[in-house]
T-cell receptor, first 116, second 111 residues
Framework: DTGVSQDPRHKITKRGQNVTFRCDPI?????LYWYRQTLGQGPEFLTY????????KSRLLSDRFSAERPKGSFSTLEIQRTEQGDSAMYLC??????????????FGPGTRLTVL | AQSVTQLGSHVSVSEGALVLLRCNYS??????LFWYVQYPNQGLQLLLK??????LVKGINGFEAEFKKSETSFHLTKPSAHMSDAAEYFC?????????FGKGTLLTVNP
């Protein structure tokens, strides 16, 4: 078990381009979470999955954002037509669902997105 | 809506001194409460959690936090700081899937 991994670690893109990030959770974890962190702020909840089902989406997740977890394992987060305001660290985490689990114990290292 | 306030964006202590990081939450119903730590160049790691059992919660690395409903507080303490405790600490409140984080407190430990 190597923990939660995210790819890429850094992404620089031009405004208007599409980007996709990948998260690989801890293998036995059935829950996967996406958060976003901007400079000087704590992480903000974006969405979470239990197995392949996306159970909640934050209002922060505009129509330009889409997340998938097609086989209940890895997840992707796509941002279409990026804007400078999308620049942030995108964090992924995983956990078991209750009653055996709950909130994540570990987050991945994050993908830092810079939109020029 | 829940909100979490961490008093002090930067706390500096001497090695061996008491560490006290403050966290207040705003909620009509006491939520679950958590402290996470982020060491340099690493992801967030859960330090401890309060889920309505004992009000004094012990976590990893000698940290503990006390839930005080009357003060809507969940302050993090450690009796004696080590150099290795230097990190950013985040308080969070929420349910078992959705967390609201504070802005974080950067802890510096001086030799």
């Amino acid at each position: 078990d190597t923990g939660v991994s995210q790819d890429p670690r850094h992404k620089i893109t031009k405004r208007g381009q599409n980007v996709t990030f990948r998260c690989d959770p801890i293998s036995e974890h059935n829950r996967l979470y996406w958060y976003r962190q901007t400079l000087g702020q704590g992480p903000e909840f974006l969405t979470y999955f239990q197995n392949e089902a996306q159970l909640e989406k934050s209002r922060l997740l505009s129509d330009r954002f889409s997340a998938e977890r097609p086989k209940g394992s890895f997840s992707t987060l796509e941002i279409q037509r990026t804007e400078q305001g999308d620049s942030a660290m995108y964090l992924c985490a995983s956990s078991l669902a209750p009653p055996g689990g709950g909130v994540p114990s570990f987050f991945g290292p994050g993908t830092r997105l810079t939109v020029l | 809506a829940q909100s979490v306030t961490q008093l002090g964006s930067h706390v500096s202590v001497s090695e061996g001194a008491l560490v006290l990081l403050r966290c207040n939450y705003s909620s009509s119903v006491p939520p679950y409460l958590f402290w996470y730590v982020q060491y340099p160049n690493q992801g967030l790691q859960l330090l401890l959690k309060y889920t309505s059992a004992a009000t004094l919660v012990k976590g990893i690395n000698g940290f503990e936090a006390e839930f005080k409903k009357s003060e809507t507080s969940f302050h993090l303490t450690k009796p004696s700081a080590h150099m290795s405790d230097a990190a950013e600490y985040f308080c969070a409140a929420g349910s078992n899937y959705k967390l609201t984080f504070g802005k974080g407190t950067l802890l510096t430990v001086n030799p």
